[in-house]
Structures are given as structure tokens and as C-alpha cells.
Nanobody
């Protein structure tokens, strides 16, 4: 069994910072791309930041310059440092990872359960 567990969400004032973390565990042979998505109320889930196994990153325009994604391959974690938060960053944040599990012949995208981030004064 493979699972992703997120932590670090909460309530923060505009202009504040939060760090989200996501740890993968289970029968993992290899992890390829890892990412953070978010879903605001009434909106579709959208990618916020992505990082490849080689460390290349992608950011949505709305978070570029404010969010930083990084990973620790040895610990099988991906984190999202969020600075200068705005009310429009309020959403449920989900991590995902493309994982090749032992005994599996292909990569599969696993998702975390989501963590709420609320930016409000």
C-alpha cells in the first residue's frame, strides 16, 4: 500500500506564510514527478506547483514568486513554502506523486487527503 499524508495547513493572515509538507510511504520503488494542487470553493482543482525527480519546477502564474516547491528524495517528501499569502490562496491543498510501487509495472498517480489553507484577517 502506498499513501501520501499532508500536514501544515491552517489559518493565516494576509501577507503571512505557511509551509505544507507531504510524506509518501509504503512499498515504493521510485517516485517521479511530485506536485501540489489546490481547489478553492466552487472551483476546479488546479496545479499550483510541480517538481520533477530531477528538480525542475513549474509554478502557476498566480503563485509564481511567492510559493516554492522542494523535495527530499531520501525522505520521500515534498513541501510547499507559501509566502505573501492572499485571500485568494484560500483552498484545500492536495499533494500528489507519480509512484512506481514494488510489484507494479507502471507509475500511478497517488493523492493525499488534502489540507485546508485559509487566508483571512
Amino acid at each position: 500500500q502506498v499513501q501520501l499524508v499532508e500536514s501544515g495547513g491552517g489559518l493565516v493572515q494576509p501577507g503571512g506564510s505557511l509551509r505544507l509538507s507531504c510524506a509518501a510511504s509504503g512499498s515504493i520503488f521510485s517516485i517521479n514527478t511530485m506536485a501540489w494542487y489546490r481547489q478553492a470553493p466552487g472551483k476546479e482543482r488546479e496545479p499550483a506547483a510541480t517538481i520533477t525527480s530531477g528538480g525542475s519546477t513549474y509554478y502557476a502564474n498566480s503563485v509564481k514568486g511567492r510559493f516554492t516547491i522542494f523535495r527530499d528524495n531520501a525522505k520521500k517528501t515534498v513541501s510547499l513554502q507559501m509566502n505573501s499569502l492572499k485571500p485568494e490562496d484560500t483552498a484545500v491543498y492536495y499533494c500528489n506523486a507519480d509512484i512506481l510501487a514494488y510489484g507494479s509495472g507502471e507509475y500511478y498517480r497517488y493523492w493525499g487527503q488534502g489540507t485546508q489553507v485559509t487566508v483571512s484577517s
